[in-house]
């Protein structure tokens, strides 16, 4: 039987549903014309002997979904290269190889091209069997097993093969297995590993481990999947939903999604941690391969240096895009079924089966008046969403590995700084906390970054009035912004609680974070919701009364006290 279909979550903005699938099928488009800038920053270091720069070039793709089309196209080295070298690789990728042999203090590199991306959010119709009766032979490369995308591992192929059982067609496959990844995978930066299996035993992961546990899971049951990297930008764009606004944002920097390959549609891009069928145009599609191993080319450096040298290269890597043109009109509507955490597809007109909902968590417990009095307070208690990148400088994020006697590679970086500047005197955020417990409260941490200013900081801590920030229930000590380091990176600012002897219940709570004077802080966020609700990160304008916009990140914020045993 024929349907029409979202293989997606959706936001859930009331509490009484947040528990539900948060499943949405979207509609509407999205088109751009971008000025992406690249620069890299090069210091050689004592002793090099060698060193050799490559890049790929960004190239014109359509599909299903999502288009690109690439113009004037620039690359500049200062000072140029003894030696500059194009070729096409096995897969498409068109790669410019720059060596210099007598290696100068400082290279300087811009890389530049405007891209007229469009994502197109119309019903699509696949008629794709599975398994699937035939598949191109050039597609072979694309369901092999390889170091970071385990197929052969006994555990990826009885999971893969578990979730598609009785399955008939290729898009109720993808949608049952990217709704397992997106449920059972949470995002950390950066992971311990890489690879399918460690997210896959973890349930943690970064870009590339969605990506490589998607592709092994899908290659294992006969799916062609292919790795791409590319570009995020964070340009912020909105879903009108029925309650109000989803507002979803990426990180600036680099990232890797896959593409799927179905018969009847070619190649089609998802992002496993959040997109089924789809892209936004916020994405830039740079190189494709079979994992992150092999697409490694873009900004790859490599070096030989003498055995004595003492230091190694350095490179700061800064990403720019001008949206010279945007125009974004997409609509949501929540299904029935589908994943507990979010997910977005375009209609999709296939045969499959829904995957059935989940009931909601129970409410947090009701503690009568004299059960409260009888309470006694002396366990420690942590709880928020804790596991960010502490204390890293994102503008000098790339580690090193060996490659050979005296020589060295640096392959690009993943680690995206995630964080919004919430000290604008026109926008407000709120976090939610759920307590399932009673705490006696001391602190609460945001894990933030100072960029200057001067000012005072507080947070201020909100009750919940029918799934939104209601009113205040305690404020914190002021912090005086001199007291917040200046050095790079983000780490936890504790705002003092002590002397309010606040005592909560259980139940859900708001955290904001108030200023005076012009302080410019960044607070961090994760990807997805790890911790709390799908409605559970808010904004207003300052001239506003309801928080109707919701954002599809978590921040990072950490409450400490004291709870019952």
């Not at 502490?390 to 050979?404: L, N, S, V």
């Not at 259980?506 to 709390?532: C, E, H, M, Q």
């Not at 928080?547 to 990140?553: E, P, T």
Request: aromatic share 10%; with cysteine.
């Amino acid at each position: 039987m024929k349907k029409i279909v979202a293989a997606v979550i959706g936001l859930a903005l009331l509490w009484p549903v947040s528990g539900h699938t948060e499943n949405y099928t979207l509609k509407g488009q999205m088109g751009s014309v971008i000025r992406y800038e690249l620069h890299e920053q090069i210091t050689a270091g004592d002793g090099i002997k060698k060193l050799v720069l490559s890049f790929v070039v960004p190239q014109t793709y359509e599909s299903p979904t999502y288009k690109q089309e690439i113009r004037d196209f620039d690359l500049k080295f200062t000072p140029e290269p003894q030696e500059k070298k194009a070729h096409t690789d096995g897969r498409g990728n068109q790669i410019i190889v720059a060596t210099w042999t007598a290696p100068p203090a400082v290279i300087d590199v811009r890389l530049a091209c405007s891209a007229l991306n469009e994502t197109r959010l119309k019903k699509l119709e696949t008629n794709a069997p599975f398994p699937l009766e035939k598949v191109d032979p050039a597609m072979a490369d694309y369901l092999k097993a390889t170091e970071q995308v385990q197929v052969n591992d006994p555990r990826i192929r009885e999971l893969a093969a578990r979730l598609t059982q009785g399955v008939k067609t290729e898009f109720d496959a993808v949608q049952r297995i990217i709704s397992w990844v997106v449920d059972h995978v949470h995002y950390v930066t950066p992971p311990k590993q890489y690879d399918a299996l460690y997210a896959f035993e973890s349930g943690k992961g970064n870009c590339q481990n969605y990506s490589h546990l998607g592709a092994a899971l899908l290659r294992a049951v006969g799916i062609p999947v292919r790795i791409v990297n590319g570009v995020t930008l964070n340009r912020p764009f909105d879903i009108a939903l029925k309650d109000g606004v989803l507002t979803f944002k990426m990180g600036q920097g680099r990232h890797s999604w896959i593409e799927v390959w179905f018969p009847d549609l070619d190649w089609v891009p998802f992002d496993p941690q959040n997109t089924v069928l789809f892209v936004s145009n916020r994405f830039v599609r740079v190189e494709v391969g079979m994992d992150n191993n092999e697409t490694k080319n873009d900004g790859l450096l490599r070096w030989l240096q003498a055995p004595t040298a003492e230091s190694r290269p350095t490179l700061q890597e800064v990403i720019n895009a001008n949206f010279q043109k945007d125009q974004v009109e997409i609509s949501g509507v929540r299904q029935a079924y589908g994943p507990k955490k979010l997910l977005l597809s375009p209609e999709v007109l296939a045969e499959f089966k829904q995957i059935a909902i989940k009931p909601p968590p129970p409410p947090p417990p009701v503690i009568t008046e004299k059960e409260k009095k009888e309470l006694f307070y002396d366990a420690p208690f942590v709880f928020g969403n804790l596991e960010y990148p502490e204390d890293i400088d994102f503008a000098f994020p790339r580690t090193t590995t060996a490659a050979g006697k005296d020589q060295f590679e640096m392959s690009k970086s993943f680690l995206v700084e995630t964080a919004e500047y919430v000290t604008t005197k026109m926008i407000q955020y709120a976090q939610v906390v759920v307590l399932n417990k009673p705490v006696k409260l001391q602190k609460i941490g945001l894990a933030l970054h100072n960029f200057g200013g001067d000012g005072q900081l507080w947070v201020e801590l909100l009750n919940d009035q029918n799934g939104k920030p209601g009113n205040p229930v305690g404020v914190s000590d002021l912090v005086d912004l001199e007291r917040l380091s200046l050095r790079p990176g983000y780490r936890w600012e504790d705002f003092n609680f002590g002397r309010e002897s606040l005592t909560l219940m259980p139940g859900r709570y708001w955290i904001a974070l108030g200023f005076t004077g012009s302080p410019i802080v960044n607070w961090f966020y994760t990807y997805g919701k790890p911790v709390g609700p799908i409605d559970g990160t808010r904004y207003k304008g300052v001239f506003e009364q309801d928080w109707s916009g919701a954002l599809s990140y978590e921040f990072n914020y950490r409450m400490t006290g004291l709870t019952t045993r």
